[in-house]
């Protein structure tokens, strides 16, 4: 199924859901609409937190980084594309594993991150919900074996 961003224009999600029980998501874009409809769909199953500043979701990834599983981040932002904020994120030490949602036009440079071993998994827009709750998952679970291994 491919998620209708029109049936969520009315409804107002809130900015983020926090609950030390549940994984955490940080979810970054600069349209409003997609952090509203990303956090709406992924809050039922996990803490989310939501940002449209790069930089300010890499201030709270710094801060956060022992708690943060996974971010999902738009590869198009003005300030800083996904790829670019993850180059950074190398920089703050956190282990999260890494999501694009990204468009047709930008699929090479994000499927060679992933080759790269750069992210986990790219998303294509329009975002298949189905699908991003599977890789979602995927990504998750990535996060938590890495985290066990390290511990050993």
Same mark, same amino acid.
């Given at each position: 199924m491919v998620f209708n961003f029109e049936k969520f224009r009315a409804g107002q999600a809130p900015k983020s859901?926090?609950?030390?029980?549940?994984?955490?998501?940080?979810?970054?874009?600069?349209?409003?609409?997609?952090?509203?409809?990303?956090? /709406?769909?992924?809050?039922?199953?996990?803490? &989310?937190?939501?940002?449209?500043?790069?930089? *300010?979701? %890499?201030?709270?990834?710094?801060?956060?980084? *022992?708690?943060?599983?996974?971010? %999902?981040? *738009? /590869?198009?932002?003005?300030?800083?594309?996904? %790829?670019?904020?993850? &180059?950074?994120l190398n920089l703050v030490d956190c282990p999260a594993s890494r999501l694009i949602m990204t468009g047709l036009h930008e699929h090479r440079e994000v499927s060679d991150a992933m080759e790269r071993r750069e992210i986990f998994f790219y998303l294509i827009k329009p975002v298949d919900v189905e699908r991003l709750l599977r890789e979602m998952s995927n990504a998750m679970d990535d996060f938590f074996r890495r985290k066990d291994r390290a511990k050993r």
């Open positions: 859901t926090e609950n030390e029980s549940k994984p955490l998501v940080v979810i970054i874009d600069d349209d409003e609409m997609n952090l509203r409809v990303m956090n /709406q769909i992924l809050s039922a199953e996990y803490t &989310t937190k939501t940002f449209d500043s790069p930089g *300010d979701a %890499l201030a709270y990834c710094e801060a956060e980084s *022992d708690r943060v599983g996974v971010i %999902l981040a *738009d /590869q198009s932002m003005p300030r800083m594309t996904g %790829l670019e904020f993850f &180059t950074e």
